[in-house]
């Protein structure tokens, strides 16, 4: 037998990964996690399994080392096989989807890095990548099947693509037939046709991680279906997925450098938790002190925001307003007026201007301290930049 081409799984070898993902799947003899979750996924009409890297790990340790170092053959058999799965247990649920996906969650070990750390080593393996989201693109449509119909001959054919941005091997030729063999003429039935949904944003490494003086390094991501519009520019997310390379746009595969994506199989927000938690004895003593008419609560509030510093009794109340906020007002003319004020404070050096402001920043849940000098740096500047993929200017 002639020997596969490396890197390429002999077919072989693809149905066995893909047993393998359908025993760690169907696990009713087990404790039955994954039946009950895909079951969940039916109902909730979802296309996308979260699967625990641990749960796998614990079931099969090698299938799980495998799937984070060879991704692209290792996820398109876990995806088959999951679709396999689907199909057993709701088989009319399976032909409703083109894919079925598998998103990843758990323990990555050394694959957990920041897009500082992400180098060549990692590329096609599995990857969690933590950063703040600096650009989303807009979400487009991205063909995955067109059906056309030849009036002529009565027939329609069908065309499927994929490109870098897929898990298959090789993309297809993205050319759109127009006429077919015979030259005759073809009328491409949009409503039969299949789209998915596809952005790329960009993340870049958290400022405190980045080494002082240097610029943030920052990679791209793919958000293709239901990850669209999950985050927004400002979150700190944690992206999972596959680290692959591009041919640059110039030269194809002749020039020697290659842009680098991530595509995301999951992505999970790490600023939910900017609230503060409160115990219910916070609680408690919140309701008792709003319950106190005796004292006048807006001084009281006023005086215990920076008490080390004495006086400015009228700068503490205005810092307070800020903090808090009001209510936004929409009058019948139809115009908003804010429920936030800006503050801008004026005074000799050294009375503890930036004191005060000290102290709102470690009570705001989220506040970025800034000088002069650093409002011009990056994350707080929007520049006009040229989008690679698309051209346009945003």
């Known amino acids: 037998s002639m020997a596969a081409p490396a890197g390429a799984l002999e077919d072989a070898e693809l149905r066995e990964a893909q047993r393998d993902y359908l025993d760690f799947l169907d696990d009713e003899e087990d404790q039955g996690i994954y039946h009950s979750k895909v079951r969940d996924m039916i109902s909730d009409n979802q296309y996308r399994l979260l699967v625990n890297i641990n749960d796998l790990r614990r079931k099969n340790e090698k299938r799980a080392n495998r799937l984070l170092s ?15 799965f689907v199909a057993s247990v709701d088989a009319t649920y399976a032909k409703q989807y083109e894919d079925f996906y598998i998103g990843l969650e758990g323990s990555f070990g050394s694959k957990h890095v920041s897009p500082r750390t992400l180098t060549a080593c990692f590329l096609s ?25 030849c009036p002529a001959t009565k027939k329609t054919i069908e065309r499927r693509y994929t490109d ?57 991501v793919i958000l293709d279906d239901d990850l669209v519009d999950k985050v927004k520019p400002g979150d700190r997310i944690q992206v999972v997925g596959t680290y692959r390379c591009l041919p640059g746009k110039k030269g194809g595969y002749t020039s020697g450098t290659f842009r680098t994506i991530l595509i995301a199989c999951n992505v999970k927000q790490m600023s939910k938790d900017v609230r503060p ?91 970025i301290p800034t000088t002069g000098r650093g409002s011009s740096g990056v994350g707080l500047t929007a520049a006009v930049t040229t989008d690679q993929e698309t051209g346009e200017e945003r």
């Open 164 to 220: 870098m941005t897929s898990l298959d091997a090789f993309p297809s030729s993205s050319i759109y037939p127009t006429k077919d063999e015979e030259n005759n003429p073809l009328e491409t039935e949009f409503g039969l046709s299949v789209y998915k949904d596809h952005q790329t944003i960009t993340i870049q490494e958290m400022p405190e991680k980045a080494p002082a003086g240097q610029l943030p390094r920052s990679v791209d």
């Open 70 to 84: 060879n991704a692209f053959e290792e996820l398109t058999a876990f995806q088959r096989a999951l679709k396999d």
């Open 277 to 367: 938690l409160y115990s219910a004895a916070d609680v408690a003593k919140i309701k008792k002190f709003s319950k106190s008419r005796s004292k006048d609560i807006f001084n009281q509030l006023a005086k215990s925001l920076a008490p080390s510093i004495h006086g400015h009794e009228y700068i503490k109340k205005a810092l307070l307003c800020m903090l808090l906020g009001g209510v936004e007002k929409v009058l019948e003319n139809g115009s908003r007026i804010r429920g936030d004020i800006n503050i801008l404070l004026i005074g000799d050096p050294s009375v503890a201007k930036s004191q005060l402001l000290r102290y709102v920043l470690c009570t705001a849940p989220r506040a």
């Open 125 to 149: 393996c599995v990857v969690c990548v933590e950063g703040i989201v600096t650009k989303c693109s807009l979400v487009r449509p991205k063909i995955v099947r067109s059906v056309h119909y």
